[in-house]
């Protein structure tokens, strides 16, 4: 589907602040209040909206240690069974299959190293993994959510 520059705008905004309402959002590109919500609701039945969500500052519930794993897999191990592995700790926040070296990469936020060493013990037991090799966040420069350019 291709947006409109009004659509776009509107999912820009969405992006910065999901809560706004329909009327602030019709206030900034135009439209009334009902427009923009049929704009919305076409948005979210074509799939380009999928879901509204609450962004969470981890520091604050107690996730200081952040860290990426590269996960080096024995040949021919689908990526159905690093998900299956991964998708049951809570620590991992993210984790795709990946070209170069490794076979997959993990982001895993953690209460402190001993938990981040936890779970990478976890990880690295599965019977699929060869070998492991991860790096820690020191200070995190850029957070964005992807949105319309």
């Known amino acids: ?32 209040a009902s427009a923009v919500k049929r704009r919305v609701d076409r948005l979210r039945s074509d799939g380009v909206i999928t879901r509204f969500s609450v962004r969470l500052d981890p520091g604050a519930l107690g996730w200081t240690v952040e860290g990426y794993v590269e ?3 024995r040949p021919s191990t689908p990526p159905a069974a690093i998900k299956a592995a991964v998708s049951g700790l809570p620590e991992v926040v993210d984790a795709s299959t990946v070209s170069g070296e490794a076979d997959a990469l993990v982001r895993i ?7 981040f060493e936890r779970v990478l013990e ?5 019977p699929f993994v060869e070998r492991t090799k991860s790096v ?7 957070r ?6």
């Not at 969405?14 to 135009?30: F, N």
């Not at 936020?109 to 938990?115: E, G, I």
């Not at 820690?136 to 850029?142: E, G, N, Q, Y």
Request: glycine share 8%.
């Open 1 to 32: 589907m291709r947006l409109d520059r009004t659509d776009e705008r509107i999912v820009t905004l969405l992006v910065d602040d999901g809560r706004r309402s329909y009327a602030e959002l019709g206030a900034e590109v135009g439209l009334s």
């Open 144 to 149: 964005r959510t992807p949105g319309v350019s």
């Open 122 to 126: 976890q990880i690295g037991a599965e």
């Open 71 to 73: 996960l080096y897999c």
């Open 136 to 142: 820690l966040v020191l200070s995190p420069l850029i």
């Open 109 to 115: 936020l953690a209460s402190d190293m001993r938990h």
